[in-house]
């Protein structure tokens, strides 16, 4: 009877081993991939929080300033930062007036200006999308890697004990899996992130770029009927 509660309380005891317990196991070079994809995991986390917060705002500022060119309302560059920042570009360029210079010209080197002052506040949104990319295609490798070194430790146990029991295999197996595991953790919200948001910046790019075609064709439109006016 103690034998048989005995023998049930083994797979008690060892049967279910934690994180903890996985980490304090493991090889020191295991321990080292693991400690990196954890860092990882947790640097992929931060980044999709404030892109969460920032991608937010900026996409906010982009809908208004192209809802406030297509109402026809008046541009304003106290509406956002997105918005001073592309009307003080496209109005430098429209003061400078180069003579034998026709409209099309003009309002070429207007949107230009203007494409590139968007696309610049919207360069914040490009911050940890290498990183993302990284992790996404990095992750599953390191955590192979400590896969590979704990498997190699377990044939090294069992040459040195010369036992081929589950007993002898099994910790280094199962510290090598968890570390496969922790490549998967890290990786696979690296790779949803990253797709969401080379997306949404893509998105965001385009509708800047229609937003700039919109206003290059209204400032130098209202140019030209000032200098009819004056004439």
Known sequence: MDATIADAAVPAAHGHLSFVDFF???????KSVMLILVLASIGVWVVVVQKMAHGRQVRRQVAAFSDTLLAGRALDPAQSPFARQVLGAAAREL????????LGER?????????????????????????????????????????????????????????????????????????????????????????RYATALRRLQGEVQAAVERLGGELVHRRAMQHRSTD
Request: charged share 15%; glycine share 8%; no cysteine.
């Open 24 to 30: 304090l196991m493991a090889d020191p070079v295991v």
């Open 95 to 102: 003061a400078f007036e180069p003579e034998e210079e026709s």
């Open 107 to 195: 309002r070429a080197r207007v949107e230009r200006a203007a494409r590139r002052a968007g696309f610049d506040a919207l360069k914040a949104l490009e911050r940890g999308l290498p990183f993302l990319a990284t992790v996404s295609s990095a992750g599953p490798f390191i955590g192979l890697f400590g896969t590979v070194w704990g498997i190699m430790n377990s044939f090294s146990a069992i040459a040195a004990s010369q036992d081929t029991s589950l007993a002898v295999v099994a910790p280094g197996i199962a510290e090598a899996l968890f570390a496969t595991a922790l490549g998967l953790v890290a990786a696979v919200p690296a790779v949803i992130a990253y797709n």
